[in-house]
T-cell receptor, first 113, second 117 residues
Framework: GNSVTQMEGPVTLSEEAFLTINCTYTATGYPSLFWYVQYPGEGLQLLLKATKADDKGSNKGFEATYRKETTSFHLEKGSVQVSDSAVYFC????????????FGKGTTLSVSS | GAVVSQHPSRVICKSGTSVKIECRSLDFQATTMFWYRQFPKQSLMLMATSNEGSKATYEQGVEKDKFLINHASLTLSTLTVTSAHPEDSSFYICSGDPSSGGANEQFFGPGTRLTVL
């Protein structure tokens, strides 16, 4: 079946450090891939997405590239800020298989000044 | 982006009572809405998919008689936890999909924290 695996957290970084959160997936069809962010006390917000292989999603300085050969969608940001502290969820949606969003377990990012 | 609201944001109830949670899409019509459950430090687990005007589709292991879902209009879905017990305490999140194809991009509500005493 379809699944998403993302790196265990928490990830603790200093401001302006480089961020990578790994995400790999298993899917039988051709999924769309997403990163969602959940700030403290708020609901999930879509951060970025990619719908086909080699697509790069980007938003707010974050980016992730849909790599079909490695079944990965790693999230990166060149210089994190304290305000980026949140929980990040990788997710996939495989419409051809009739599934809703399948989420990874989430990675907590804590950025200190 | 599209906005989804949930009400209430927080509810505490006694064991054995029923609790209704509302999910509204404020600026779009949601043919499909989803209900998730999130345990502390865990991922979101899909409970059910509801389509306006038809019965919800429940995920394996989710009791449909316990978690009643009604999607009576394109902007409102409700989840009723019947005869709630302490193990039902959790964070319940809904989302709406404005696309007709379903499961493409979802917009999430802020969640409802249910505590059953």
């Amino acid at each position: 079946g379809n699944s998403v695996t993302q790196m265990e957290g928490p990830v603790t970084l200093s401001e302006e450090a480089f961020l990578t959160i790994n995400c790999t997936y298993t899917a039988t069809g051709y999924p769309s891939l997403f990163w969602y962010v959940q700030y403290p006390g708020e609901g999930l917000q879509l951060l970025l997405k990619a719908t086909k292989a080699d697509d790069k999603g980007s938003n707010k300085g974050f980016e992730a590239t849909y790599r079909k050969e490695t079944t990965s969608f790693h999230l990166e940001k060149g210089s994190v800020q304290v305000s980026d502290s949140a929980v990040y969820f990788c997710a996939l949606s495989d419409v051809s298989a009739g599934t809703a969003l399948i989420f990874g377990k989430g990675t907590t990012l804590s950025v200190s000044s | 982006g599209a906005v989804v609201s949930q009400h209430p944001s927080r509810v505490i109830c006694k064991s054995g009572t029923s609790v209704k949670i509302e999910c509204r899409s404020l600026d779009f019509q949601a043919t499909t809405m989803f209900w998730y459950r999130q345990f502390p430090k865990q991922s979101l687990m899909l409970m059910a998919t509801s389509n306006e005007g038809s019965k919800a589709t429940y995920e394996q292991g989710v009791e449909k008689d316990k978690f009643l879902i009604n999607h009576a209009s394109l902007t409102l879905s409700t989840l009723t936890v019947t005869s709630a017990h302490p193990e039902d305490s959790s964070f319940y999140i809904c989302s709406g999909d404005p696309s007709s194809g379903g499961a493409n991009e979802q917009f999430f509500g802020p969640g409802t924290r249910l505590t059953v005493l």
